[in-house]
């Protein structure tokens, strides 16, 4: 089994790409594989709690929540990204982490595939 | 690819040995939208094409409208693809 990373940045909740990039990660790990996944810019915005699920809107916290208990999912959020939008360390759902960008580029260092999914 | 308009710049500079295409999101349109009665360019590319099911479905299209270079692959499949017939990914 191997190690996908995933950046993914500029993507607000909603977005079609950061929609993609969850699911991707889902079926991921549902094969045995192991994800990183890091957010920036607009993307941070999945880092933050007290998301609620509406009808035919995007929901992703959810799926996030049951990966992250998986064990073989890691999900990180830009800190500066998040603090300069003002969502902040006490804002963050359990589970997600709050790093710097050389956590990103750590990951993709020892990933077996990188998918780097650019903003505007 | 994730876009029907924008892109294809890109890909034709491309160069690999092996290249696979998956269209997603909008992308999917290049699957099976004809314009003028031509199927996308970008399908003559030498490549081998695959078409995310949910995303084209999403958008009113069946795998009977894909064109014949085109297999349509669902998320588990997309892995699959990732992990053992390509070394690198991009999103365009």
């Given at each position: ?96 982490i709050r790093k710097s960008m050389d956590w990103y580029l ?15 | ?11 034709d500079r491309l160069s690999a040995e092996s290249l696979g ?72």
């Open positions: 089994m191997g190690k996908l990373t995933i950046g993914t940045f500029s993507s607000l909740v909603g977005s079609l790409s950061l929609d993609f990039a969850v699911k991707l990660a889902e079926a991921a790990v549902k094969k045995g594989h192991k994800v990183d996944f890091w957010m920036s810019g607009n993307a941070t915005m999945l880092a933050k709690k007290g998301q609620k699920a509406f009808k035919d809107y995007s929901y992703l916290a959810k799926t996030l929540q049951e990966l992250i208990a998986t064990g073989n999912f890691q999900i990180t959020a830009c800190e500066a990204c998040a603090e300069a939008r003002g969502y902040h360390k006490e804002d963050c759902p359990d589970g997600f750590a990951s993709t260092f020892d990933a077996d595939r990188v998918l780097h999914i650019g903003g505007d | 690819m994730s876009d029907y308009r924008c892109g294809m710049d890109m890909i295409i998956i269209f997603v999101g909008n992308g999917v349109y290049h699957a099976a939208t004809k314009e003028g009665g031509k199927a996308s360019s970008l399908l003559d590319k030498k490549a081998n094409f695959y078409a995310l099911t949910e995303d084209f479905e999403t958008r009113g299209i069946t795998a009977g409208n894909l064109d014949s270079r085109v297999k349509a692959v669902n998320y588990g499949d997309v892995v699959d693809i990732i992990f053992n017939d390509y070394e690198k990914v991009i999103w365009i």
